[in-house]
Nanobody, 116 residues
Framework: QVQLVESGGGLVQAGGSLTLSCAAS????????MGWYRQAPGKQRELVAR???????NYADSVKDRFTISRDNAKNAVYLQMNSLNPEDTAVYFC??????????WGQGTQVTVTS
């Protein structure tokens, strides 16, 4: 089992910044990909960004050039630096980790609210 604990969500004005953090603990199994999804009210959960243990990253088109994902493999942690936030970024952000031979684990979610 892998437990994921997120932090860093909150309320911010449009144009502001937030950094989300997610720390994984539990199994010593190898974590391959870590990343973030988000779900806004009435919408499907969507991938925001992901990063492999080798450092390869992918971003949703809507956040490219504004969000940066990074990872500390030694700490089994992933971070999401979010800049130039706008109200459309308001959502619950979920951290996930894909563990080889074990599957995908999810955090509990952290609320990000951007006011105009």
């Amino acid at each position: 089992q892998v437990q994921l604990v997120e932090s860093g969500g909150g309320l911010v004005q449009a144009g502001g910044s937030l950094t989300l953090s997610c720390a994984a603990s539990g199994s010593r199994a190898s974590i391959n990909t870590m990343g973030w999804y988000r779900q806004a009210p009435g919408k499907q959960r969507e991938l925001v960004a992901r990063i492999t243990n080798g450092g390869t990253t992918n971003y949703a088109d809507s956040v490219k050039d504004r969000f940066t994902i990074s990872r500390d493999n030694a700490k089994n942690a992933v971070y999401l630096q979010m800049n130039s936030l706008n109200p459309e970024d308001t959502a619950v952000y979920f951290c996930y980790a894909f563990v080889v031979l074990h599957g995908t684990y999810w955090g509990q979610g952290t609320q990000v609210t951007v006011t105009s």
